[in-house]
């Protein structure tokens, strides 16, 4: 998850992953500034700013609500 630590850093847009730079700025495409890569603020950034994400979140926590219920029945 965090394998870009040590190396070269790289900069993306929240709402773009596409757009990856190896120097902070803002985006070319909404002119939002870019994130490192890699740190837990931007992941989280990055996190909620994709639908997809949260779906797959919410989907995990569903899973593990529902198998700990059929566990404890
Ligand atoms: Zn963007």
Same mark, same amino acid.
């Given at each position: 998850?965090?394998?870009?630590?040590?190396?070269?850093?790289?900069?993306? #847009?929240?709402?773009?992953?596409?757009?990856?730079?190896?120097?902070?700025?803002? #985006?070319?495409? #909404?002119?939002?500034?870019?994130?490192?890569?890699?740190?837990?603020?931007?992941?989280?950034?990055?996190?909620?700013?994709?639908?997809?994400?949260?779906?797959?979140?919410?989907?995990?926590?569903?899973?593990?609500?529902?198998?700990?219920?059929?566990?404890?029945?």
């Amino acid at each position: 998850m965090d394998q870009r630590s040590k190396g070269a850093q790289v900069y993306l #847009c929240p709402m773009h992953p596409d757009i990856r730079q190896p120097n902070p700025g803002k #985006c070319p495409k #909404c002119g939002m500034n870019l994130l490192p890569e890699g740190t837990r603020f931007g992941l989280l950034r990055h996190m909620v700013s994709s639908p997809l994400h949260i779906g797959v979140m919410l989907a995990l926590m569903v899973a593990v609500m529902v198998a700990a219920m059929m566990l404890l029945r």
